[in-house]
């Protein structure tokens, strides 16, 4: 007899103190000089948010800056890698480009 894949599967329990549905949190200590956290403070004052979250918030930012800077590091390279072929392409089809201009 086959063998089905309907039997249930069991979930491995999860680590104390985390519950299904949240993302997994840890404590990190960090030194900032004190201008800078109270600038920090100031900030997440004026934006309605806890120290911590003003913090993380700033974290991902950056984060996404580095990836939208590295997406466009490598769609320049790419661009320079392909320039001759596109020059090559372009001569091939600019008297058909003439032709359709005049």
């Known amino acids: 007899m086959a063998s089905t ?4 599967k069991i979930a ?3 680590p104390r103190g985390r519950t299904v549905g949240k993302p997994a949190k840890e404590r990190v200590l960090i030194e900032f000089p004190a201008a800078a956290l109270r600038r920090a403070d100031e900030a997440a004052q004026a934006q309605g948010v806890s120290r911590s979250e ?6 991902e930012q950056s984060l996404e800056a ?8 490598e769609l320049a390279e790419a661009c320079i ?4 072929r596109n020059l090559a392409l ?3 089809f600019e008297a058909v480009d003439q ?4």
């Open 5 to 8: 894949n309907n039997a249930r």
């Open 90 to 92: 372009l001569k091939e």
């Open 66 to 73: 580095m990836k939208i800077a590295a997406f466009e590091r």
């Open 99 to 102: 032709e359709a201009f005049k």
């Open 54 to 59: 003003f913090i993380r918030a700033a974290v």
């Open 12 to 14: 491995a329990p999860l």
């Open 81 to 84: 890698a392909n320039s001759e």
